[in-house]
């Protein structure tokens, strides 16, 4: 699914795989386990699945560690701070590896003779070069694509229509017959993301004074307005479910699909009929997963790009415990036939061209560290 980040408050790996991957990074070299026999990942929920990595543990006889993140912009300062030391991938959504990961060589160039062939096995819009997965000039290839997403808001259809929800769009959220109806789930990025396309105001530009107001009148409204904040898309789904709330915002596809391949397919994630962005009102997410530029790198980052990129594997990726997705490999129709009608149902293939269409390709919000400090403050003051 998710595109400074907060995609999806942390959640961590159990204490022992976070304790290991910090004291691990602390130790002499000679003191840690051969790093060819090693892999550490930095990764969106899906990835740390032990249906992903068990087959990747016994095939080469590793020992793979996985952290979870939620937030794309703290997951870059992480890196920037020091632990390109402690991972050997990152799986970040798109503009990150391309604008800033890359500049500030904190990545590695792949191999295009390795690897660009598997994006011709991809969906029509991935076809190499592929932009987000290419450095600016077009030279060096950064990444791999697979998860992707439209990502804006869910809705309980038994309680406010879809195509009422699309038509509305964000403007749901600053009606105030809904006030107590809704909850936000807790992605900062997202959220900020989310409130300024509220506001009119397109969240991947920079702003003006006024449309720096704007934001920060809706970002205080919503959050006073809510009847829930969390961090748990489960709990968002299941206020949903019970009546709790109407609808939620940041969610989508990401989100709704578990609840949805469980049966309860009144919970959808909507994608706004239009907005500021360019006429769009929606946002997609595509992940670019990429090799730290770890000066004690492990060779298996490679061999894991390529792993995930197999028929049954990606299968398993798409459909990781915890969230189901839409993966790029779908465009080889051995990989598509794999999915059952429920599971295309789950992750909304049925609309899932027409959301792509009106969404806006996640990116960088230059104005992001002041937003997010209204953001918080906001919080705090409810």
């Known amino acids: 699914m998710r595109w400074n980040l907060s995609r999806r408050q942390f959640m961590r790996m159990t204490g022992a795989a976070a304790g290991g991957l910090a004291a691990g990074s602390l ?27 068990d087959p990747f543990r016994k095939e080469f006889d590793a020992n793979v560690k996985a952290e979870t993140q939620t937030s794309d912009p703290e997951a870059v300062n992480r890196v920037r701070a020091g632990e390109s030391k402690v991972f050997d991938l990152i799986n970040l959504n798109n503009p990150w590896a391309r604008k800033v990961l890359w500049p500030e060589k904190l990545i590695k160039e792949l191999d295009r003779g390795r690897f660009e062939p598997y994006f011709s096995k991809m969906m029509p ?30 809705v309980n259809t038994d309680k406010i229509s ?3 929800a699309e038509d509305q769009g964000f403007d749901l959220f600053n009606d105030d017959k809904h006030a107590g109806k809704y909850g936000i789930l807790t992605f900062d990025d997202w959220n900020v993301y989310h409130m300024c ?23 205080r409204k919503w959050v006073k307005n809510a009847k829930l904040l969390g961090g748990d898309p489960v709990q968002m789904n299941l206020a949903l479910i019970n009546g709790e709330i109407d609808f939620y915002c940041t969610g989508g596809t990401y989100t709704a699909s578990p ?9 959808r994630g909507i994608t706004p009929k239009r907005g500021p ?22 060779p298996l980052a490679y061999d894991f790009l390529e792993y995930v990129q197999r028929p049954d594997v990606a299968k398993v990726v798409a459909f990781a415990e915890g969230t189901y997705n839409p993966v790029a490999q779908m465009g080889n ?14 992750i909304q293939w049925d609309s899932l061209e027409w ?28």
């Not at 962005?277 to 492990?298: A, H, L, R």
């Open 27 to 53: 130790l002499p070299r000679g003191a840690r386990a051969a790093r060819e026999k090693e892999l550490n990942i930095f990764c969106w929920e899906g990835y740390n699945s032990d249906a992903v990595l």
């Open 125 to 154: 819009s991935f076809k190499p070069p592929y932009r987000w997965a290419m450095s600016d000039d077009g030279q060096s290839l950064l990444g791999m694509c697979q998860r992707f997403g439209p990502f804006s808001f869910v």
């Open 162 to 164: 879809r195509e009422l």
């Open 197 to 219: 396309i509220g506001a009119g105001v397109h969240p991947f530009r920079a702003h003006t004074e006024e449309e720096i107001q704007a934001f920060e009148k809706v970002a």
């Open 259 to 267: 609840a949805r391949f469980d049966g309860k397919t009144n919970i």
């Open 277 to 298: 962005m360019d006429g769009k009102g929606g946002i997609v997410w595509i992940e670019v997963t990429s090799v730290i530029n770890n000066p004690d790198g492990s």
């Open 333 to 346: 129709a051995d990989v598509q036939a794999k999915f059952s009608k429920e599971e295309l149902d789950a």
């Open 355 to 382: 959301e792509l269409e009106r969404s806006y390709e996640y990116d960088i919000n230059p104005d992001y560290p002041r937003m997010i400090e209204i953001l918080n403050a906001a919080k705090r003051e409810r």
